[in-house]
């Protein structure tokens, strides 16, 4: 009879055994099919043996077993997911046949990263997927290491995890992790950023404030309805998460303020936006922003940060911007399951299988009470009064200042409650400064001092004129009279100038003095002040009660406008930061 030669060539694990076909085996032990690419489709082969292989600086906890494995068919690289009792070790591990890593062709296992935040089961199973992506971290000419191999897998304990392998392994040439291994707060939150599957959508949101930038005469916020700000963190593996929390809508106060008179809106031409600082992943933000709350956000730039440093960023109004996709804003977050059993990665998508998403209700039990209490005024107009003055500082010195007139403000506050404040002082004219040192060697232009519009200012009523021999003048001398025979007014004293590098050089004047350099002297007095452009001078500040306030409350407001504006010596500042400083208002005037 005829011999049949033909003989099993493939494995056919699923073919009932009544139906297998000649050329097909039901099962097979230590042998394998060759690979149709070198031509030996069909031959059966044994498998090769075991060696034993070198390991790099950081070798596996004794006692550790691997429970998964992956292989980047890129590089040939064959990724160990590995589970030891001790759990600072559990952690990834390299089969590099090609020495492709380091770049020396050196057969070896090398640990990729390590973390007990991995938490892999001992007795579970560890599913992987390799996807490569346009970054670079490896200084190596290797085609196969042009772009970073990030590696995906999940255990069905955990949430899923992933790693940029070129980058844990570049680090972890020093036997050290990214993030370090002292387990303080702020590490176990940047390594999650790094080992976590999905970027997290921030939830702090942008906070803002108004400011003038004086180098701009306009603003380019009178016409717009307002602004909205939001964020994106951009991750240092390129990923970008979901769009941050809103901020609330920003107005220039002169917007808010502005009712039928006309205001100076380049008094706040600028908004300084401030972001939230972020972790040591976060490379860049993208900042967005829309008009109002209705429209649609556009990106108005990208910036670095610094980990752990807020971000301030100004924005004018003045840019070209593009837009935001409408998938992008209406995506709350990246969606990542608690746990998945299985993964894959096909078209350069992540898909999850056989995952827990979501949380149980919690069964809750509880007994509501109604307090009534009044309702607030939606709305509180102030009227503010200000009046110039003049007032005493140091010895002998005097500024030009304001009083403000608190008296209309409530009196009634709430632990909680937040009083912001913006005061814009603006000369008629220009700045003058001047050191007044001393009677004999400057003075003063006018002996008045508090309000500049005083009923009689005789230096009789309420103490509003010091001493006469504070400053030089007479009753009946000022200005240039005075100036006529007290020539001192000019160049004496020490002015407000410290630095010696300011002279003068005398010429075509008396021969005992012609070319002679002196020390130039300004700001030594009235006569001769430096003089500085006028512009406006904004400050801006907040505080907020700790405590209840059933009466008194306006003058804590103006103890604290005070403390805040001018915190010098004498102002109780010091004292007050503890709450119980020794300061005295002026009835209800700061």
């Known amino acids: 009879m005829p011999i049949d030669k033909i003989t099993p060539r493939q494995l056919d694990s699923d073919a009932d055994s009544k139906l297998v076909k000649k050329s097909s085996f039901l099962d097979a032990l230590n042998l394998y099919s060759g690979d149709s690419e070198e031509g030996n489709r069909g031959v059966l082969k044994n498998i090769k043996g075991n060696k034993e292989l070198e390991y790099g600086p950081v070798r596996p906890f004794e006692g550790s077993r691997i429970v998964g494995s992956v292989t980047d068919k890129k590089t040939d690289i ?5 589970f030891a009792s001790d759990p600072t070790y559990h952690g990834v ?42 970054k670079k971290t490896l200084n190596s000419d290797d085609p196969d290491l042009e772009k970073d191999a990030i590696l995906y897998f999940t255990d069905n304990v955990n949430e899923p995890r992933k790693l940029n392998v070129y980058r844990a392994y570049d680090f972890v040439i020093g036997t050290n992790n990214i993030h370090g291994y002292t387990g303080t707060q702020e590490e176990i939150y940047d390594e999650a950023d790094f080992i976590t599957a999905c970027p997290k959508a921030p939830v ?5 404030s108004f400011s003038n930038d004086s180098s701009r005469k306009t603003s380019n916020f009178k016409t717009e309805p307002g602004f909205q ?34 205001v100076d809106h380049s008094l706040f031409n600028q908004c300084d936006l401030v972001i939230p600082a972020q972790g040591k992943e976060i490379a860049k933000v993208k900042i967005l922003a829309r008009k109002g709350n209705t429209f649609n956000f556009f990106v108005i730039d990208e910036v670095d940060v610094v980990p752990g440093v807020a971000t301030t960023f100004p924005f004018r109004n003045d840019r070209i911007t593009k837009g935001v996709p409408e998938s992008e804003v209406n995506k709350q977050f990246d969606n990542l399951p608690r746990k998945a059993q299985s993964q894959t990665v096909a078209s350069n998508r992540l898909m999850y299988g056989n995952y827990l998403d979501g949380y149980d209700n919690v069964t809750t039990s509880c007994i509501a009470t109604l307090q009534y209490a009044d309702r607030p005024k939606d709305f509180v107009d102030l009227n503010i009064k200000v009046k110039p003055a003049l007032s005493l500082h140091g010895v002998g010195q005097k500024s030009t200042g304001f009083e403000l007139d608190l008296s209309e403000i409530p009196d009634v506050y709430s632990a909680g409650d937040t009083v912001n404040f913006t005061i814009t002082i603006a000369p008629e004219g ?34 509003i004129n010091e001493e006469i021999g504070l400053f ?39 021969v005992d003095v012609d070319g002679d350099t002196t020390l130039a002297v300004y700001g030594s007095s009235a006569g001769a002040p430096l003089i500085l452009k006028g512009a406006p001078v904004t400050f801006t500040a907040n505080f907020s009660f700790g405590v209840d306030y059933p009466d008194g409350g306006r003058n804590a407001v103006a103890r604290a406008i005070s403390l805040i504006i001018s915190p010098g010596p004498g102002s109780g500042a010091e004292d007050d930061a503890g709450g119980d400083g020794d300061f005295t208002e002026n009835g209800d005037n700061v």
């Open 204 to 208: 702090e949101p942008i906070t803002f």
């Open 78 to 82: 064959v990724y160990l997911f590995v």
């Open 472 to 510: 030089v003048q007479e009753a009946g001398t000022a200005g240039e009279a005075y100036l006529a025979d007290n020539d001192f007014a000019f160049g004496s004293g020490g002015g407000v100038n410290n630095s010696t590098q300011v002279t003068w050089k005398s010429g075509g004047g008396n």
């Open 229 to 262: 700000f939001a964020y994106q963190n951009v991750y240092q593996d390129g990923f970008e998460s979901a769009i941050s929390c809103y901020s609330d809508i920003a107005f220039p106060p002169t917007i808010i303020g502005q009712g039928a008179q006309q």
């Open 93 to 134: 591990w390299a089969y590099d046949s090609r020495g492709i890593l380091a770049g020396d062709g050196i057969e070896i296992v090398r640990c990729i990263y390590r973390s007990n935040q991995f938490n892999f089961p001992s007795q579970g199973f560890v599913k992987g997927d390799v996807v490569h992506i346009n």
């Open 430 to 463: 220009n700045w003058h400064l001047y050191n007044f040192s001393g009677n004999e060697t400057s003075y003063h232009q006018t002996r008045l001092v508090g309000a500049v519009e005083q009923e009689a200012p005789d230096g009789l009523i309420d103490g």
